[in-house]
């Protein structure tokens, strides 16, 4: 079994799994209602980003296609 990293926050030492489970419990408590509308708009997020990022792919590809190449002198 490969041991997991143990992460610390600043003087309070390292987070274990029972402190990561009563924290994940008090997020439930207080944004249950709230999770369906969040991941909702987490999901849409990232089709809006990666949208956004397919074209500035294609744009980049075109800009290095027509800048002009430098002939180097050797």
């Not at 089709?47 to 180097?72: I, Q, W």
Request: glycine share 14%; net charge positive; proline share 8%.
């Amino acid at each position: 079994m490969i041991p997991l990293p143990q992460t610390s926050l600043a003087l309070l030492g390292p987070i274990g799994w029972p402190e990561l489970l009563i924290l994940g419990f008090l997020g439930l408590l207080i944004f249950g209602k709230r999770l369906p509308a969040l991941g909702k708009g987490m999901g849409q997020f990232i089709t809006n980003l990666k949208r956004g990022l397919k074209g500035h792919g294609d744009a980049t590809d075109e800009a290095v296609a027509e800048t002009p190449r430098l002939e180097s002198k050797a």
